[in-house]
């Protein structure tokens, strides 16, 4: 089916446990009615959103039912088996491009039912930079958990949960009024879009950014943090000068030069990419260093059996903290004695759903509607394409055994 689309429906969230996020608020579904008249827009009615039905209805965005008769239905996290219409477009995170085991069903289905599937994750511009994520809001909220982590262990006033929250405002007085202690020395690894998240959220909680080389040799009366590139933390094994961009093209034939930090840090937010070819940053036996004062890892990245060793699986967002037992490698309840206690949320931007939508929904306003209800001129539709007429899009043609189910 080929774009421009004219008749385009928001779905209702069906996965479980529920996503309270929506691609386009109240306010950018009437801009778009207003950019684009020629558009019949409409949102399914839905009882879990962070904007309600009413928000819609007061910006005279129609609500509905049944999305039958819409050309373009857009989401954001993957949609049920039993909401996948045949013969439509769909616009979603598939997570099936890593051929992720739980999403094998969808695919086929989705190539059963003729529908064309394109990802959120791959929408690129023509440079082949990504133009939508969520990324910048994991790294808010996970920087926020770090806190709430060290606040189980320490003690202090109760930081609310970021999902009971309104929005980041609230956040904010509430991480305001912890009182963080002035020796305080948090190490980040990761300055992309979710290292700048979690960058802003320490620095209004007045945390102060110094040099990694500062980090080392810092004795510190007020709370510190620094960022560490892949530069500060990888060396080659043969000892020649670090590259890069050759480290990013293959990151083999290096090590992780971490220890040093994490004897020094009392929390690390892990915001960084992780090449699977490439090493650990913290193995179960750099974790047993009796010079380690780690306290917290808050795996924002939450790469499960990757660099950090200690995040032995996935938490939640209501249960989002387990203690890593440092001698055994095991997993001990949180806040443990001798444990390093673990927050890795792998959905972190749900519990800031309605800031964390408004900033995606702008993003897909303005960077990539134009090219689904105008033109695809740049080919950035075709290029997020996975599958269209029951067929994989000639780039992902490697899907096809995970295809099959």
């Not at 529920?18 to 306010?27: G, Q």
């Not at 992780?256 to 070819?277: E, G, N, S």
């Not at 036996?285 to 990757?306: F, K, M, Y």
């Not at 055994?328 to 931007?349: C, F, H, Q, R, W």
Request: hydrophobic share 40%; glycine share 8%; charged share 25%.
């Amino acid at each position: 089916m080929a774009v421009p689309y004219r008749k385009v429906g928001i779905i209702r969230e069906g996965k479980q446990p529920a996503d309270r996020r929506v691609p386009l608020t109240p306010a950018q579904c009437k801009e778009v009615m207003q950019r684009y008249p020629e558009v019949d827009l409409v949102v399914q009615r839905s009882s879990v959103r962070a904007f309600t039905d009413a928000e819609y209805e007061a910006f005279e965005i129609p609500l509905v039912d049944d999305l039958g008769d819409r050309d373009l239905i857009l989401g954001v996290k993957e949609v049920p088996l039993d909401m996948l219409l045949p013969d439509k477009s769909y616009l979603f995170f598939s997570h099936t491009i890593k051929e992720q085991p739980h999403n094998k069903k969808l695919l086929k289905t989705a190539l059963e039912r003729k529908i064309r599937l394109i990802d959120h994750e791959l929408l690129t511009n023509p440079h082949g930079e990504r133009v939508l994520a969520f990324g910048y809001w994991a790294g808010v909220v996970g920087a926020y958990n770090a806190i709430r982590a060290w606040q189980l262990v320490h003690g202090g006033p109760e930081l609310k949960p970021a999902n009971q929250c309104h929005d980041l405002e609230e956040l904010e007085r509430y991480l305001h009024a912890y009182p963080l202690p002035n020796d305080l020395r948090i190490v980040m690894t990761g300055g992309g879009r979710v290292g700048k998240g979690a960058m802003g959220v320490l620095e209004r909680a007045g945390v102060e950014r110094i040099k990694p080389d500062e980090f080392l040799q810092a004795q510190n009366s007020s709370p510190i943090y620094t960022v560490l590139g892949s530069a500060d933390l990888y060396a080659r094994n043969d000892g020649g000068p670090f590259d890069k961009e050759a480290f990013h093209l293959d990151p083999s034939g290096h090590h992780a030069k971490f220890l040093p930090y994490v004897r020094k840090a009392h929390i690390h937010t892990a915001c960084h990419f992780w090449d699977p070819r490439g090493p650990k940053i913290l193995t179960a036996e750099d974790l047993r260093d009796p010079q380690l004062t780690l306290e917290v890892v808050a795996d924002i990245s939450c790469d499960i059996g990757g660099p950090i060793d200690s995040t032995l699986r996935a938490t939640t967002i209501a249960d989002p903290f387990f203690g890593y037992d440092r001698s055994t490698g095991k997993e001990v309840p949180a806040g443990s004695k001798g444990s390093i206690t673990v927050m890795s949320v792998d959905n972190l931007p749900c519990e800031l759903p309605r800031d964390a939508s408004e900033a995606f929904g702008r993003d897909l306003l303005e960077r990539v509607l134009p090219s689904m209800l105008v033109s695809d001129s740049e080919a950035m539709i075709e290029r997020a394409t996975i599958a269209e007429a029951g067929e994989l899009s000639p780039a992902w043609k490697k899907l096809a055994d995970y295809a099959k189910g």
